[in-house]
Structure formats: structure tokens, C-alpha cells
């Protein structure tokens, strides 16, 4: 007998035994299971940074070479950057994951809790240096040779001074005082000699750009002996020569150098500590002067009567350093500390003209109060102040530069209260001059996206409505329609909502400003911005195969400030979707008229792509359901891919799954699809339970790796495939004024047709929702007998009820989004209520037969949490089997990491029970009583 046959079939079967021992997941493998976050390639490409971190406890960051060789490896190493010399990596260390947890524990302060270290490592020497009690550090953008560090040094109470030699502002000690304190100091460290110098008492502190100066705020307590050091320094490094250019103690922030680094700007407040309105000025500074000086206060030449530079603006000096843009703002109405709390009333006044909802002013209470309008001066030349937009401007947009004219403002003033109904406003756009301040109205009543043009000659906009990308020259004042005529929509094809559609966005400038790049839905289009020329990029190729193509401009961080610009002779690449198999992949172009050319493409998706400066190397993760996120490594040709990280190895331990798109064909004849989930050891002789999860369309995620982690509230697919369940993700699509039906158009087939296989328990078969597909789990019970088990997280029942109810967390008013967006019925209330009453599950209770477990918890800011109490009082009253869970003080989505923990092991105990036979927990048998609230949680057998 032939040996080598008598081998196959034991060999085969010894592959079963391996695969049948692999274990489910279980509830103990979320903590542990890792992510990787931050992929980072140097200029030059020669190295590549990245951090692993588990779902809870500590991290690792890895300096790798391109090459696949491992530097250094920093534990709970974060936010690490290397310098543009590339020979350094600095980066933050946290404190270990149980000593911060002990910490905790014992209740201790903010303050008291372990703070961060200091890494810098030396590529060249393969050297590691560390700091201690490290609260920042920061970098210049150029140049990087020194890194400052703020950090908290033990010093003397009484006097303030630092116990270390080297620190410029050290003071003798006072020995009769030997109470210590932590004392925020800036440490200025060079990178390549090692050398540092310490400031004590700093509060703030800004590189310029190229990293010749240093700028900080000295900031003393109230009776500190020391406050005569208050004040902002400068500090140059090439001369070591420190400079005090403010005297006064008070607050100095928001420190901007201008390109050359030569000007610098600030906002300063020296007004008392406790003063209910703080007095900031604008102070300018620049080489050749002495002292700052102010180049704008309350008073200044321009700023409106009872206004004040502003506190919360931002402060950004033109490219060219001729203009300097900051905010103004009325000076705020204080309380008056005279008046009794208790005698008076506290009391929320709603008013039907107001612009907003009381609810909505509340939240957006301390935004409102910081709330700042642009202004702009001129410190070389006219120092007069200009503003630029007043209180009834929303925002405002200037060019990459600043150096151009004009800027863009938007205003919704007068139009602000049908945000109730609508969700949105229409606008007003205006131009508005830097050089005069004068505003001109371009655009009316508008919806939609508008951009300025890099060099300001044109205003390029998308209009909602009507469904047309335009342009509006500036000196002339013409409008064009770019894309009429051109056989492709540039709004979304897809939308289903009772609203218009959004654009699918703008793809680049040209190089010369001259024309503009815009997508369609599934290709990328030239326009001139003058109406002249009009042209495909793409060559049609993207709607011809069904292939959504993207630009990929691989431009890196320090570049992000720039416009973003293609130039088709040139050439570039593209990211590529195809809409048919789910594949991703890379793409290049060059001129037109040519197919795109295919580089890559593989049934992965590609995340977290960036590049060398020269882009001859390419950096990108990538993943499907069965591998986790990965980074990897390639050169632009494509050809030379390697593997840099390997996490959650463990996976092969355990028995995972597939996935796989599903077709099929509606009652009403809609072609539809989905995904299926199917455990790694799936076997068609077998019957499976299966759970359908949904929310509006999810195949496009086919290739999405989805760890096993502690869910919001959604279904935890792969701890469920891993146990012997099938999973099915349909795609909905909605007909207005009928959301419920639709849901029962694509849910319920979709579960029929998969039911067909001899492997599906038709017995046994469950839904699950969350929010808006928690609705449509609510809804389908009512509906059908087909479902042995529901679960539904923050579902609305009651439309009449939550059509007139608030979204806490927004304060908006819910009748938007049933009037023009998700809930989709298109009217109100009172012009359509039996549509209100048909989608209202509530109504229709008496119908349900399905065991339901409702998550509801009383902190969600988005659906009520009553729904889910009219819910349950409605089935509870009626006997039906259901429970309610209310994580206090949690939110829509659960946040707290044991919440999320809890809800998974109560989900797999209620399906377990009702799909697969399995005993029920106490939970489910007898609920918790409030006695034993925090005592047990009911999820024992006993």
C-alpha cells in the first residue's frame, strides 16, 4: 500500500480535529484585543511610526525602518512625532493603565493622578532619554532641533524657585520655608548636544515656524512673591538671548508668529483674577521694538461701541505678514453679584420669536458666550481695525494664504427659527473686502456648499436645490452653471430622504486656480471656472464599471495648510470602490482621455494612507473580516508590498467567520442585497440560528474588520458568529411617508429568502437595532410572528409624541428629522397623521408576540427615553414578555466601557435563550429588584 495515500485522509482529519478546537469568543477576550492607530511615514520614507494599543490597558508605540526593523519599541509611548532631520522620535508616555486604575480607586484628585513621561530617542546613537511629570511638549514645524517640554517641578512654596541649577529664573531658597509645590516649568532641550535651560512659572508657550524663537507667559498666583516675574518672554535660540516684551499679571494666550517668524501677535488680559468681565487687548510685537505694544483694544479706532477684542479668537497672521486677523465681540451683560440667589426666580423663558429653542440655547450656552466675529488690521501700515462680520454672521472663510481681498461670510440671520422644522437654514453668502470691510451679497435663500477659490477670483458653490455646481467671478460678477450639460448627477443617486441631495464633493483645484475638479458618483470631473472647458478625468471609465473613484493627492501634515490642487498632465492617483464586488484598491491617472490605469486592487479596505515627501513610498493599513487592520508598506508602483504589524494573533485561536454578499429580489420587485456572517466552522448539515442586524445600508463594509469589542448598543457580530450564529446585514432602502413597510420590504424577505437553506432555522430567527434600526425592530414585531426574539436599543414608538419632543443633546426640536431627513415621512403632523399613526408601533402593540428587550437609557440626548417607557408599559400591561434596561445617567450610544461590557453578556444570555434553547438568567427569569440594585446584577442561573 502507497504510504503517501494512506496519509491524505489522516492528514485531513487531523485539520478537522485542529479546527474543531478552536474556542468561541467569550467575554473575557475585549480588553486585550488591540487596534493600531497613528500609521506615520517620514519625508524621506526610510521610517515608518505607529501605535498598538489594546481596548483597555497599556499601549505600545514602534519606530520601525522600511525595511521591517524594529528601532525601538516605547511602552505606552503616544502622540510621537520625528523630527524633519529624522533623527529623533519624541513622544509621551502614560503613566501604566493599574497605577492610574489604583489611583482612581482611591479617589484621587485630577491633580494627584500619575502624570506623563517624556520620551526622546536618538536614531543615530540608539539612545533613549526620559522626563518626568510631563503635562506638553511641542515641536517647531521647521528645523526641529530643540523640543520644549512643560513639566511640574517640585519647588519652594513660598518663593516659587526651582531646586534645579540650570533653571534661568532660579532664585535662592528660602530655608525657613520647607513646604514644596509643584511649579509648572518649561524645559528647552537640544536635541543634538543634550543641553537644556528651564523657565519656572510658565503658563504658555509657541515655536514660531522655523524654530528660532520661542515665546512664553509667566503666570503667577494672586500673592506670590514672585509676581513680578509675570509677562510674556522671548526667547532666541540662536543667541540665547532672553527677552521680556510684556510686564503685567494677568493672562497671555493664543501666540502667533507670522511666516517669518519675525512678527508675533497675542491676546492679553490684565485685569483682576476674579474680574466678572475680562479686558483682553491685542499685543503686537516684531524685531526692532523694545516692548509689545497694543495694536487693538476696546477702544481702538474701528472696533464698534461697546465692543472689545475677544478673548476666544483666533489670531493668524496673512502669509505675507501685512494683515492680522483676530476676533471682536460685544462686551458681555454680567450678573449682578448684589442680588440674593434665593430670592429670585430661576426660570427658562421660551419665546415663539426667538431664534433658536430654549433647549438649544442651553447647550450652545457657553459657545454662544465665546462667540467672536472676524476683524483684521494691518500692523505694518494702517493699524485701524476693520471688522468684518458682525452678529448676524454664522462664519467666515478666507483663502489657504490670507492674502487675498476677500473673504467669504455666511449669514442665516432671519432665517433661524424654521432650523426647528428643517434641521438646516438656508443663507446668505457675501464677500466681504479686508481693505474696506464692505460686504456684497452674492448668493440668497441658499443651501449648499461654497468655497473660495485659492486666489480669490472666484466663488465655486453647490447648489442643493437645484442640483448644479457653479461658479461666480468676483471681478465681473458672472455666474456659470459648470456642470449643465455633462450626462452624470454630482448629487447623491442615492438618496432616499425627503430632502434635496447632497453633492458628492469637490476633488481639487487646479494648479493654476483656473478650473476645479468635482466629483460625481462614481467619476471625476474638469471644469473651468469661466464656463470654457469641460472635461472627464476618469474618461467614464468609474461609471462604466460601477467603480467609485476618488483623488488620492498622498500630500503629508505639514502640507495641510496648503490648497489642495491636481494637475491632470502630471499625473496622480485615485483610491478606487467598486460598487459591484466591495474591492478597494489604488488607481493612477495621467492626462485625459485614458482609462484609469489599476495598480492595486484587492477585497480589503485600505484606511490611514499616506506617503514619502518624494511619493515614491506609500504607507496604508488594510484589512477584510478575517484580518485585523494592519500597516503596511509598499512603493508607489505597488509592487513591493511588506508587512510592518502583526496584532491580535490570538484570533487563530478561535473560531471566527466569514463574510459574504447575498442578493435577492424584493416582493415589490426591488433588487437588494446584504451581508451574511457565517462561523469559520460552518457547516450546511447543520441548522444555525440567525439574527438579522441593520441600519439603512451597510454592505459596502463586506471587507470591514470588526474586532470583538463591548458594543454601544450594537449587535457584537463577531462574538455571535464566533458562537455558532448566523448574521445577516441587509440593505434598506425607504419610500417616503412609509419608513416601516420599507423596513419590512428588505428586512423580512431578505430573512425569507436566506431561510430557504436547509442550514437556517426558520424556527429560530432574531432581529436586533439600535436608534433608528431600533425603530425598525420595534416596528417589525408589530408586523410579523416570523421573529423568535427582538432586541431594540433607543427605538421611537410613539411618532406623535417624539415628533413635538427635543434632542437633549443638540436641543433641537425632533420635527425635522420626520419632516426632511431619517424618520422620512415627508409632512408634518397635522398634514399627514394616519402616516404618523401607521409608523408608530406604538399603535399596534396588541399585535406583538415577540419576547423584546428595550435599552433605553434616561441621559440619551438623541431619542427621548420615554419611547422606550411607552414601549414597555404598553407590552407590560398587555403581558407580552419584554424587558426594559436603563444605564443611569448613560447615553444614546453606551460610553462607559462597563456598561458595554454588561449589555453584551445580557444579549448573548436573552438570544441564547430564545434561538438556542439555553436556560434563562435570572435577569430574564425574575428581574432585579431595586433592593438589590448594585448588589446583583441578575445575570447568575440559579
Known amino acids: 500500500m502507497n504510504k503517501k495515500n494512506i496519509c491524505i485522509p489522516f492528514c485531513f482529519l487531523a485539520t478537522l480535529a485542529v479546527h474543531a478546537q478552536k474556542k468561541p469568543v467569550d467575554h473575557t477576550v475585549y480588553d486585550s484585543w488591540q487596534s493600531i492607530s497613528s500609521p506615520y511615514i517620514s519625508k524621506s520614507g526610510k521610517f515608518v511610526l505607529f501605535q498598538v494599543a489594546p481596548q483597555e490597558g497599556d499601549s505600545q508605540l ?20 520625528l523630527t524633519d532631520t529624522e533623527n529623533h522620535l519624541i513622544s509621551l508616555i502614560k503613566a501604566p493603565f493599574a497605577v492610574t ?122 500673592k506670590d512673591s514672585l509676581s513680578r516675574e509675570s509677562g510674556v518672554y522671548l526667547y532666541d535660540i540662536a543667541t540665547k538671548n532672553l527677552k521680556k516684551i510684556s510686564t503685567g499679571k494677568g493672562e497671555y494666550k493664543n501666540f502667533s508668529f507670522d511666516e517669518t517668524g519675525n512678527q508675533l501677535a497675542y491676546l492679553g488680559d490684565l485685569s483682576k483674577e476674579k474680574a466678572l468681565v475680562k479686558n483682553y487687548n491685542l499685543y503686537y510685537y516684531t524685531n526692532g521694538i523694545d516692548t509689545a505694544q497694543y495694536l487693538a483694544t476696546k477702544n481702538s479706532s474701528g472696533i464698534p461701541k461697546n465692543w472689545a477684542v475677544s478673548g476666544d479668537g483666533n489670531i493668524r497672521f496673512s502669509k505675507n505678514g501685512e494683515k492680522l486677523f483676530f476676533g471682536i465681540a460685544p462686551i458681555p451683560r454680567v450678573k449682578d453679584t448684589t442680588l440674593v440667589d434665593f430670592e429670585h426666580a430661576k426660570v427658562d423663558v421660551w419665546g415663539w420669536q426667538d431664534d433658536y429653542l430654549q433647549p438649544m440655547q442651553l447647550v450652545n450656552l457657553k459657545k454662544d458666550l465665546s462667540k467672536n466675529f472676524l476683524a483684521v488690521t494691518y500692523p505694518k501700515s494702517n493699524r485701524t481695525v476693520i471688522p468684518l462680520t458682525d452678529e448676524t454672521f454664522n462664519s467666515t472663510t478666507l483663502t489657504a494664504d490670507g492674502n487675498a481681498e476677500y473673504v467669504l461670510a455666511r449669514t442665516d440671520f432671519g432665517k433661524r427659527i424654521e432650523s426647528q422644522w428643517k434641521g438646516g437654514t438656508k443663507e446668505d453668502i457675501h464677500l466681504v473686502s479686508t481693505r474696506t470691510g464692505q460686504r456684497e451679497l452674492i448668493l440668497s435663500n441658499f443651501s449648499g456648499n461654497v468655497a473660495l477659490s485659492p486666489d480669490a477670483k472666484y466663488v465655486v458653490y453647490f ?16 455666474k456659470v452653471v459648470l456642470n449643465e450639460g455633462i450626462p452624470a448627477s454630482f448629487a447623491d443617486e442615492e438618496n432616499d430622504m425627503p430632502t434635496a441631495a447632497q453633492g458628492y464633493g469637490m476633488a481639487a483645484w487646479s494648479a493654476d486656480y483656473k478650473g ?84 492595486f486592487v484587492e477585497p480589503k479596505t485600505f484606511r490611514n494612507i499616506n506617503a514619502s515627501a518624494d511619493q515614491q513610498t506609500i504607507l496604508y ?42 442578493h435577492w429580489t424584493t416582493p415589490a420587485g426591488h433588487q437588494a442585497e446584504g451581508i451574511l456572517y457565517k462561523p469559520e466552522n460552518f457547516d450546511p448539515a447543520k441548522k444555525y440560528p440567525i439574527i438579522a442586524y441593520f441600519y439603512e445600508k451597510l454592505s459596502d463594509g463586506l471587507y470591514t474588520y470588526q474586532p470583538p469589542a463591548p458594543t454601544p448598543s450594537r449587535l457584537n457580530i463577531p462574538y455571535f458568529v464566533s458562537n455558532e450564529y448566523l448574521v445577516f446585514a441587509p440593505n434598506i432602502s425607504y419610500e417616503t411617508g412609509h419608513p416601516g413597510k420599507s423596513a ?38 408589530t408586523r410579523t410572528n416570523m421573529y423568535a426574539a427582538a432586541w431594540t436599543g433607543a427605538p421611537v414608538v410613539n411618532m406623535t409624541s417624539a415628533y413635538g419632543g427635543i434632542r437633549w443633546q443638540s436641543g433641537m426640536s425632533r420635527q425635522f428629522q ?33 419576547p423584546v428587550v428595550i435599552m433605553a437609557n434616561d441621559n440619551d440626548g438623541a431619542v427621548p427615553w420615554y419611547q422606550g417607557i411607552e414601549m414597555f408599559t404598553a407590552l407590560r400591561r398587555l403581558n407580552k414578555p419584554v424587558w426594559m434596561l436603563n444605564y443611569n445617567g448613560d447615553e444614546h450610544n453606551l460610553i462607559q466601557r462597563q456598561n458595554r461590557k454588561d449589555i453584551q453578556i445580557r444579549e448573548q444570555q436573552f438570544f441564547d435563550h430564545y434561538l438556542k434553547g439555553a436556560p434563562a438568567a435570572n435577569w430574564l427569569k425574575k428581574g432585579v429588584p431595586a433592593t438589590l440594585k448594585g448588589i446583583d446584577w441578575g445575570l447568575d442561573y440559579n
Open 516 to 599: 476645479v475638479y468635482l466629483n460625481s458618483r462614481y467619476d471625476i470631473w474638469y471644469f473651468n471656472l469661466d464656463g470654457s472647458n469641460k472635461s472627464i478625468l476618469t474618461n467614464g471609465y468609474g461609471a462604466a464599471s460601477q467603480t467609485t473613484f476618488r483623488y488620492l493627492p498622498l500630500r503629508r501634515d505639514e502640507d495641510r495648510d496648503q490648497p489642495l490642487t491636481l494637475d491632470y498632465k502630471k499625473g496622480g492617483f485615485l483610491t478606487s470602490f467598486d460598487n459591484k464586488t466591495k474591492e478597494s484598491g489604488f488607481y493612477q491617472f495621467k492626462g485625459q482621455h485614458n482609462d484609469p490605469k489599476s495598480l
Open 621 to 662: 493599513s488594510k484589512e477584510d473580516y478575517n484580518n485585523s487592520p494592519n500597516v503596511y508598506i509598499n512603493s508607489i508602483k505597488f509592487k513591493d508590498e511588506l508587512q510592518l504589524s502583526d496584532i491580535n494573533k490570538q484570533q487563530a485561536n478561535y473560531n471566527w467567520g466569514t463574510a459574504e454578499l447575498v
Open 101 to 222: 486604575r489604583e489611583a482612581k480607586i482611591k479617589k484621587k484628585k485630577t491633580e494627584d493622578l500619575p502624570k506623563d513621561s517624556l520620551a526622546i530617542y536618538n536614531l543615530t546613537s540608539s539612545s533613549l532619554v526620559k522626563f518626568a511629570q510631563v503635562k506638553s511638549y511641542k515641536v517647531a514645524e521647521q528645523n526641529n532641533n530643540f523640543v520644549s517640554f512643560l513639566f511640574d517641578k517640585q519647588a519652594d512654596e513660598k518663593t516659587g524657585s526651582s531646586k534645579n541649577p540650570a533653571d534661568t529664573t532660579q532664585n535662592k531658597k528660602n530655608s525657613n520655608d520647607k513646604k514644596k509645590k509643584a511649579v509648572a516649568t518649561l524645559a528647552l532641550y537640544d536635541l543634538n548636544s543634550g543641553d537644556s535651560v528651564q523657565f519656572s512659572l510658565v503658563d504658555q508657550y509657541e515655536w514660531n515656524k522655523n524654530g528660532t524663537k520661542l515665546v512664553f507667559s509667566k503666570k503667577t498666583d494672586a
Open 744 to 781: 419590512e420590504e428588505y428586512i423580512n424577505s431578505g430573512m425569507r429568502y436566506l431561510a430557504q437553506n436547509s442550514w437556517v432555522d426558520s424556527t429560530k430567527m432574531g432581529i436586533q437595532g439600535q436608534s433608528w434600526g431600533g425603530y425598525q425592530v420595534a416596528h417589525l414585531i
Open 463 to 478: 447648489d442643493e436645490e437645484k442640483g448644479t455646481w457653479n461658479s461666480y467671478q468676483i471681478s465681473s460678477k458672472r
Open 818 to 850: 420626520y419632516e426632511h431627513t431619517q424618520s422620512r415621512i415627508g409632512k408634518t403632523l397635522w398634514e399627514a397623521p394616519e402616516l404618523y399613526l401607521e409608523n408608530s408601533p406604538l399603535f399596534h402593540m396588541n399585535k406583538v408576540n415577540t
Open 62 to 81: 514602534f519606530l520601525k525602518t522600511k525595511e521591517n526593523k524594529e528601532l525601538i519599541q516605547i511602552p505606552r509611548g503616544y502622540n510621537g512625532k
